[in-house]
Structure formats: structure tokens, C-alpha cells
């Protein structure tokens, strides 16, 4: 991990309370600090390195690695004898501590109170000495967690499968473990005055753009908040804008996206406690690519790809369209529909645009339920949404069966989507469009999309134009290979932002490698 | 703020202002699927063939076997007075978006239709895709038939002239669109299909009747209406029709039968099936008078053919292609004899001559009925047979061989 210099920095602006020379003073005053917790643990005992000096390690229990606290701290501690270790009266038994007793790997020397208790809510252990006015840090950070397991949110079928967990540490080690490079620079954050939640920027030095990044950084250090649970909570605070239904950010659950954006450019944020990683900036025509998109074959990919889009127009304008043709442009139908959907709706007592919105709740409803209760009610409901939204509604007269395959589709075209965020915002503004359809028809269906799209375009993500490359239109050739569809690996040359990387080639051309036909002959 | 709040409020106001006027739910309208325009007692009569949705639903089961339309009337002095009374004895706007064809009474043709072409190229809810009728009786006698196999009678003609127009090309789909160009073309004439009631006459007016399985009337294309300027003068039968066809380049597939001998008219006992077929039409003057050389070129396959002769031989297979052609100038004589009766020019040989001698046509235009009677027509033909189908001598000579 890297230092806590940053946050130090900010801190040190304060007045910083300095250890004291005495042991217990610096005891009680921590202890008091934390009003006495049962979970802190101050541990004072004397070792045969230092006989005539008592020393302390403090630390928060449940935190920390017991065991390694253990093995590493106090039992070299205790149990070597070093009478070959002179040293003085002062501050040199630390030194003499760190560099021949305490083994492990990330030890350093604080000097202020604060900056101990900050460590020790992050699951670092203290060793403080008698006589000495600092202290030494161990990185001993441990406790339960839960174990690395298959992403959720994100199923590819080709691909790795596994997803972030809640420890941000790792999170880091999990990226670290697909881009082997020095150049995966993470520079960690502390974000929240009672949470002090771990915030990691993760980029690639040398291809990204510094410009966005210390827009980031700049961001990140204006939050001021009590406290950050989720990743959700940094991203409203960072997002360009916020009257929008248009997500800015991309997040994720899979260390393989997250990687795949480093190396497009982005950058992303990790947040302690939550497996959703965030990336920056964001297009658009990110949202419908999901990971599997580069591990399948390119042809599939990009059908695959195409059908996204079609399915996210459908799954926004469907039911509007719908509405529009019943209810005002009926002669655009083919005669022989025309006459069937008539059928059904005979007998039924509520305009089209009541129906739409009636079954479209009913849908919504059933969907959050489905989402919130407990597990073991789930097939009751499936039995209950399936029954009322599908046969019963239409059998008793209530809505007609066109409607309930146009709101069926319309809800199964909203799961392809890769992202949820983008996936919901459709659910929103589909509203919207039956709202108008309902009121003026076609005409209302394209006034609604064309505010939509001058929407679009007017939105930024830290900077770099939403809809780029399409619009403001590209800078580069070659930008439109991994848009609608997805050319094969060898003929991406460019990675895909058009945000002025400081490296914008992936390959130095488009050209596929030559291949030997016969193997086996000379 | 103040920008979210001013894009609210206009939207708001938007909705005020426009929405919904003109809404309406399907289950509102009632679909007119065929229309008749009669003229009777001085009025214009309109007949409207509704769709009853309800009894075509296969959702819906109704109780018995209903009819899937009904049809009503209404008068005025004009078409559109007549449309609006309808709202006094039915609960829907009747919509005609879906039209399917309009049947026009001889009374009504010959009476002059003008006021109905007026309706059609003012109002965009008239579509001029609907197919065009004339009919020897009663338009609205045609509605209330109904016809086997489909259950909108509308539908039902309508299919029907697609079908013979596609198969045998005596008759072709004539749209509003057509007919009205054709009358505002050159020669200001056209020709348009019409319907009879065959059978016993008797109304098959019950959806209990067509249970039955055969049907003791049914409607049929009958003779063709030529209408000039925009009356009805009169009628040419289908021989002739067929050969009007085949003069204005419009047969798409057809059957041609002939008989064995070219000068034989006696029984025509093969046919051909032409595939595709092409007219050409060059106009000459010579000295005061307009000659018209007509070529037609078909080719197609034999289907039937019960003469003598190895047909795996091509010089005998070029002498069956001379009997055919010659059949088709008789076909297409016996077309330009109907018209020339008629004084009608529906076959466009006025715009034939007006593209190619503006001048002279300027000056005979206003008398062009006239020279197009008196006008000398010179028929050619070229039938090429591609296969002769997969035997080669016919039953007869193969049953003669296998004998000897």
C-alpha cells in the first residue's frame, strides 16, 4: 500500500497532538480517545531487549490478524534476548525495534497521536516504547472477510468469473494480478471525517490523461462527508452533472472490466466496503459493452452488441410506439393487425395510455418486490406476477393481450443491458415517452427523443462528450471499431476515448499477424 | 433553476394546448373495410362494409357463427354529406384508413365521378391505394355478399384481383391512384374491372349460409367498364379485355390456350403459360392517317399440348410458338376492335404519340377520340417457348410407340 502522505498533509494543517516521552501518558490518552472500548486491546510488557523500558502494542481488535501480531510482534519481542544491542537513552530503541525485531513487512515511525489512533481504526497495530516520544506502526491488517467468489451483478459465460469482495486491499492485489506493470500507479485516499473510508485511484501512468486525472484528484479531495458506505456515495459527488438520468460513471464488480478500462485510458476508483468499482471518464457506448463482448469471437460479439442496442431503443420506445399507433396513427398498421388488436380491445374500459401505464407499474412493482422480499417468497410471487400480469388481466377484461406482450418485451429487453444504471434509466424516461405518446402521438415521441438527444450530447464526463465518438464527431480514424461493433483484437489500433491519452495506440497497426497455413511442412 | 422551471411549465402548456385532440381508441372505430357509392333517386347512396372485430378475434368466441361485417347506408348530395351522416344511426367514427376497395353502381359511373375523385385527392383519410370497382348492379349489393374462405368480404375482392392480376392478367388492380392518373393522363380514359353476383342471385347475406359447401352465388370479375372522362361509356367483355392487356403492356403471368393448326380456330386444346411478357408500342403517320405498330414478346412454358409432333424436336417446338403468336394477334385484334367501338383510348396510344410527335398531337388532341378510331393497327408477335415441360411427345404418340 502506498502512504498515507496525502491525507497526513491535510491533517497536519491542525494542530497535532505529539506523543508524549511517557508510556502511560500516551496509554491513557489513547484509551481515553476511544472512551474506553471494550474492542481496544493495550497489551504493556517489558522484553529482554529493552529490560528497563516497558513497552506497549495497542491495537483494535477484530481488525487485525491476531496471529500474525502474535508471531511477528510480540514473540520476538518477548522472547529474544539482544545484549548485543546497545543503544542509548531516546528515541534509538525504536529504530533498534524496527530494524532488528519487529518482522514485518510494512513498519514505520509516526510521531503524533493522531495519526496513531487514524492507523489503528485502519487495522494497524502500534508499538509504543517507555521514554520515547513516537511510535511504530505495524501493518497487520487482517480479521474476517469475505472470500473472493463469483461476480453476481456481471455473469459473462466466457471469462474470468470471479468478482471484487469488500476489502479494498484485495480489490488492489486483484488488479495488481491482471496488469503486472509498475506502471498500475494507486494513490490512496481517506474520504469521510467519521468512516476515514480507503478511496484508491488506480490508473496507467503514461497512457492516461493528466489532465483528467487531476481533475479526479480534485474532486476527490472537495467530498466532505460524514461518511462513505459505497461507491455510490463518491460517484454523485464526482459526476458532472446531476440532473440527469443518464449515468456518467461506469461501475463494475469484475476486476477484469476494471482492467480493461485502465488500459483504455480511464481511470478507476475503489471504494472500501463495496465490491462496485468505479471508472472515469465515461461514454455513452460504454454501457453496452459488456466484458464478454472482447472474449467471445468478434462476430458474435457484435451481434451480440447490435442486438443490445436494438433492445435498449425497444425497451425505452415500445410501449410509447405502441400507444402512438392505437391511439392516433391506427392506419399505419397492417389492415389484418389492425383488426386483431381491435378485437382484443373490445370490452376493455381503459384508453391505451391508461393500460400502458397500469401494466408497466404493475411490472415495476412486481420487479422491486422481487427484488426486496425475502428469498423464500420468491416463486410465490413469480406464480402471483405471471398469473395477474398475463392471463387473468386479459381473461377479465382489464387489458388487452397486445398490450401484455408489448409490456412483456419491453421488460425483457431492459435485461440485456450490461449495466444496471443505464438499464434503469430506461425504465425512467420510458415513462416519459408514453406520457407524450399518449398526449400527441408520433409527433410527441419525436419531440421527447430529439430533447433526449440534445441531452445527450450537451452531458460531459469529466470533460470527454458523452456521446463521443458520435458526437461532437471523432478526431481520430479508426474510432469506430469497437463502438457498434467490435473488429477483431488486431484491428483495434486506437483505444477507444477520444479524451487525448498521452498514449492513444493499443497496436502499432491494424494488421493481423501473418499465419502459416501447413504447420507441419518446412 | 429558472431554465428547468420555464422547459416545465412550456411542456406543461404544450400538453394543454395540443394533446389529445384527435385520440382515438381502437375500440372507437369502426373499420369500414369495402365502400359502394350508388346514385339512386338523385342522391348519392354509400354503403360501408364494417368490420365487426369481435367476430373475427379468434380470442373471442362468440356464440354461433356471426358475420364478420355489416353494412349500411347513407345519402346526400355529395360524398362527404353522406360520410357525416353516418354518426346518426352508428356508435363508431367510421374510419377509412383501411379501405380495402370502393365498388362503384353502373348508375353511379355513368352519372359521373368527378365529386368522388375530388374526395379522394382533397382528404389525406382516403387512400388512393384503395382498389376500384364498377359494379352492374347495386354497389351495395356486392357488400352485403359474403365470400368463402376469407371473412371480410373486402378482403375477399380485394385478393382476388391481386390473385388474377399475378395469374392470369385479364384484368389488373385498378387503385383510386391509377384510374385518377390515367384520367388526368393523355387519352383521359381508363378501364375498370367489374363485379357481378354469379350463381342463383341468391343473397348470401348469413355467415350460417357459408356452412354449406358450395356456395349457390358468389361475386365475380365480370366484363371491364371504360370510362372516359370520368362517365362510364360502356363495356368490353374478358376476350377483350384480355386483349387491352396485352396491347397496354400490363400482362404480367398468364395462361394462352391455342389449337393445332394456326388458322384452326376450332378446339383450343393447349395452353402455354407465359412468364413474361413485354408489349412495344411505335406509332407512324402516313399520310393523313395514324398507323400503330404493336410487337409483342412473350415467353413461357408449354403446359399443355395435345397436337401431334415430337416436341424434343426445336423446329417442331418453333412451329407450336408460330401457332401461339398467331393466337395472340387474334387476342390482341380482337381487344383493339372493343376499344375502337368504344372510342375509349384506355390502351394509351394517345400518350404513345404524345411523346413522340408533341406537335401533331397538339393539333389532333381535342379530336383524338376520333383518329383513335379510325386509326390503323399493325400487331406482330414473338413467343418463345423455354421448356416444353418433362415429356417430350405427350401421352398420345408415347401410347402410339409403345404399340408399334
Known amino acids: ?522 | 433553476m429558472n431554465y428547468w422551471k420555464t422547459t416545465v411549465l412550456l411542456l406543461l402548456l404544450a400538453c394543454l394546448l395540443g394533446g389529445c385532440w384527435n385520440r382515438v381508441e381502437l375500440n372507437e372505430i369502426g373499420i369500414v373495410s369495402a365502400t359502394g357509392v350508388d346514385w339512386k333517386d338523385g342522391k348519392w347512396q354509400l354503403s360501408y362494409q364494417v368490420v365487426i372485430p369481435q367476430a373475427i378475434s379468434s380470442q373471442s368466441p362468440s356464440a354461433g357463427p356471426s358475420a364478420a361485417v355489416n353494412v349500411f347506408s347513407t345519402t346526400g348530395d355529395n360524398f362527404r354529406i353522406a360520410t357525416s351522416k353516418a354518426s346518426q344511426e352508428t356508435s363508431r367514427q367510421l374510419y377509412f384508413a383501411h379501405n380495402q376497395i370502393i365498388i362503384i353502381g353502373q348508375e353511379a359511373a355513368r352519372k359521373g365521378l368527378g365529386q368522388l375523385f375530388d374526395v379522394y385527392l382533397r382528404n389525406a383519410d382516403s387512400r388512393e391505394t384503395v382498389s376500384v370497382y364498377l359494379s352492374k348492379g347495386s354497389a351495395r349489393r356486392m357488400l352485403e355478399q359474403l365470400i368463402p374462405l376469407e371473412k371480410i368480404p373486402g378482403n375477399a375482392i380485394q385478393g382476388m384481383i391481386t390473385n388474377e392480376e399475378m395469374n392470369s392478367s385479364v384484368f389488373r388492380q385498378m387503385t383510386m391512384h391509377k384510374v385518377v392518373l390515367d384520367l388526368l393522363g393523355t387519352s383521359q380514359a381508363v378501364g375498370i374491372p367489374s363485379l357481378v353476383v354469379g350463381g342463383t342471385g341468391e343473397s348470401m347475406d348469413r355467415s350460417s349460409k357459408l356452412s354449406r359447401t358450395n356456395t349457390p352465388s358468389k361475386v365475380r370479375l365480370h366484363d371491364l367498364g371504360l370510362i372516359q372522362k370520368d362517365k362510364l361509356v360502356g363495356w368490353i367483355t374478358k376476350e377483350e379485355s384480355f386483349g387491352v392487356m396485352w396491347l397496354a403492356d400490363h400482362i404480367k403471368r398468364t395462361t394462352v390456350a391455342f389449337g393445332c393448326k394456326q388458322e384452326d380456330k376450332e378446339p383450343e386444346e393447349s395452353s402455354m403459360r407465359i412468364i413474361s411478357a413485354k408489349t412495344k408500342l411505335r406509332p407512324e403517320k402516313s399520310g393523313g392517317k395514324w398507323i400503330m405498330h404493336v410487337h409483342a414478346e412473350a415467353e413461357g412454358t408449354l403446359l399443355e399440348y395435345n397436337c401431334g409432333g415430337d416436341m424434343t424436336e426445336p423446329p417442331e417446338v418453333e412451329k407450336v410458338e408460330r401457332i401461339v403468336e398467331s393466337e395472340l394477334k387474334a387476342v390482341m385484334e380482337k381487344g383493339w376492335q372493343a376499344v375502337r367501338r368504344h372510342r375509349a383510348d384506355i390502351v394509351g396510344f394517345g400518350s404513345v404519340i404524345h411523346k413522340k410527335y408533341p406537335k401533331a398531337w397538339k393539333e389532333m388532341k381535342d379530336e383524338w377520340s376520333e383518329h383513335f378510331s379510325r386509326m390503323e393497327v399493325k400487331i406482330t408477335a414473338n413467343v418463345k417457348i423455354n421448356s416444353t415441360g418433362m415429356s417430350g411427345n405427350g401421352f398420345k404418340k408415347t401410347q402410339e410407340k409403345s404399340r408399334s
Open chain 1, 1 to 522: 500500500m502506498e502512504t498515507k502522505g496525502a491525507i497526513m498533509n491535510k491533517q497536519s494543517a491542525e494542530a497535532l497532538t505529539p506523543f508524549s516521552p511517557s508510556l502511560h501518558a500516551n496509554v491513557q490518552a489513547i484509551r481515553n480517545r476511544f472512551g474506553g472500548s471494550c474492542d481496544l486491546v493495550i497489551r504493556l510488557f517489558s522484553s529482554d531487549a529493552a529490560p528497563e523500558r516497558e513497552l506497549a502494542i495497542i491495537y483494535v481488535d477484530g481488525i487485525v490478524d491476531s496471529e500474525t501480531i502474535n508471531e511477528s510482534i510480540m514473540e520476538p519481542l518477548m522472547s529474544l534476548k539482544l545484549p548485543q544491542y546497545r543503544y542509548q537513552k531516546g528515541g534509538k530503541l525504536l529504530d533498534a525495534l524496527r530494524s532488528c525485531v519487529v518482522s514485518i513487512g510494512s513498519v514505520q515511525e509516526i510521531n503524533t497521536m493522531d495519526e496513531a489512533l487514524l492507523y489503528m481504526t485502519d487495522g494497524l497495530c502500534i508499538i509504543l516504547a517507555d521514554g520515547c516520544a513516537a511510535a511504530l506502526t505495524a501493518d497487520v491488517n487482517g480479521g474476517s472477510q469475505r472470500a473472493v467468489s463469483i461476480a453476481q451483478t456481471q455473469t459473462v459465460i466466457r471469462g474470468p468469473q470471479y468478482g471484487f469482495v469488500e476489502n479494498i486491499r484485495t480489490n488492489i492485489s486483484l488488479i495488481r494480478r491482471i496488469i503486472r506493470s509498475p506502471d498500475l500507479h494507486v494513490q490512496m485516499h481517506k474520504i469521510g471525517k467519521q468512516t476515514h473510508s480507503n478511496v484508491a485511484v488506480l490508473y496507467l501512468h503514461g497512457i492516461v490523461n493528466e489532465g483528467i486525472l487531476k481533475e479526479v484528484y480534485r474532486r476527490l479531495a472537495a467530498i466532505d462527508i460524514d461518511g462513505v458506505l459505497e461507491s455510490g456515495y463518491i460517484e454523485e459527488f464526482i459526476q458532472d452533472e446531476t440532473f440527469t438520468l443518464f449515468p456518467t460513471l461506469l461501475n463494475t464488480e469484475r476486476p477484469d472490466s476494471v482492467a480493461a478500462a485502465l488500459l483504455e485510458g480511464r481511470i478507476a476508483v475503489l471504494v472500501d466496503g463495496t465490491p462496485i468499482a468505479l471508472m472515469a471518464p465515461t461514454t455513452f457506448f460504454s454501457f453496452f459493452q459488456s466484458p464478454e463482448d472482447y472474449y467471445q469471437r468478434y462476430d458474435i460479439a457484435s451481434f451480440v452488441r447490435i442486438i443490445r442496442y436494438v433492445a435498449y431503443i425497444v425497451s425505452m420506445l415500445l410501449p410509447a410506439l405502441y400507444i402512438a399507433v392505437t391511439t392516433y396513427h391506427q392506419e399505419m398498421l397492417p389492415t389484418t393487425l389492425l383488426i386483431s388488436l381491435a378485437a382484443q380491445r373490445e370490452g376493455i374500459p381503459f384508453p391505451g395510455l391508461v393500460e400502458a401505464l397500469l401494466m408497466e407499474m404493475t411490472f415495476e412493482v412486481l420487479r422491486e418486490a422481487g427484488l426486496r422480499m425475502p428469498r423464500a417468497i420468491g416463486p410465490a410471487i413469480s406464480i402471483v406476477g405471471a398469473l395477474v400480469l398475463g392471463q387473468s388481466a386479459v381473461q377479465a377484461g382489464i387489458v388487452s393481450a397486445g398490450m401484455v406482450i408489448v409490456v412483456s418485451f419491453t421488460a425483457i429487453s431492459n435485461f440485456v443491458m450490461p449495466e444496471f444504471n443505464m438499464a434503469a434509466t430506461s425504465r425512467i424516461i420510458r415513462f416519459g415517452f408514453m406520457l407524450m405518446a399518449g398526449m400527441l402521438g408520433f409527433f410527441g415521441i419525436f419531440v421527447s427523443v430529439l430533447f433526449m438527444l440534445i441531452h445527450l450530447t450537451s452531458l460531459r464526463s469529466f470533460g470527454v462528450p458523452y456521446m463521443s465518438p458520435l458526437a461532437p464527431g471523432p478526431t481520430r480514424q479508426g474510432l469506430f471499431r469497437d463502438v457498434f461493433i467490435r473488429l477483431p483484437w488486431w484491428a483495434i489500433v486506437l483505444r477507444p476515448l477520444d479524451m487525448n491519452l498521452r498514449n492513444p495506440k493499443r497496436r502499432p497497426n491494424g494488421k493481423k499477424p501473418p499465419a502459416q497455413r501447413h504447420t507441419d511442412k518446412p
